[in-house]
Nanobody, 121 residues
């Protein structure tokens, strides 16, 4: 199977930056889309940014111009550079990947356990 491990969360002040990382490991034949969702207690999990294997990226409007997603296919790793953080960015950030763990190349969705990002003065 496929495991996703996130790192890089923490507590920062408004206007500061953080960089999240997510590394996929295990039995991996292919990874298509990867990205980040975020969730606060009692609310749904929402897409923040996603990136395809060819590097094409998409963002939710509220983070455009502040967040940048990137991908290292050789390392099966994605990054989320978050600049000019706002209190509204506070959430648990979850990494996901659409990965194929077997040679039939059928893809399944996998999730990390989440990393807390808190933006507060």
């Amino acid at each position: 199977q496929v495991q996703l491990v996130e790192s890089g969360g923490g507590l920062v002040q408004p206007g500061e930056s953080l960089r999240l990382s997510c590394a996929a490991s295990g039995s991996i034949f292919s990874i298509n889309d990867m990205g980040w969702y975020r969730q606060n207690p009692g609310k749904q999990r929402d897409l923040v940014a996603g990136i395809e294997s060819d590097g094409s990226a998409r963002y939710v409007d509220s983070v455009k111009g502040r967040f940048t997603i990137s991908r290292d296919n050789a390392k099966n790793t994605i990054y989320l550079q978050m600049n000019n953080l706002e209190p509204e960015d506070t959430a648990v950030y979850y990494c996901y990947a659409a990965a194929a763990p077997y040679s039939d190349y059928r893809h399944y969705d996998y999730w990390g356990s989440g990393t807390q990002v808190t933006v507060s003065s």
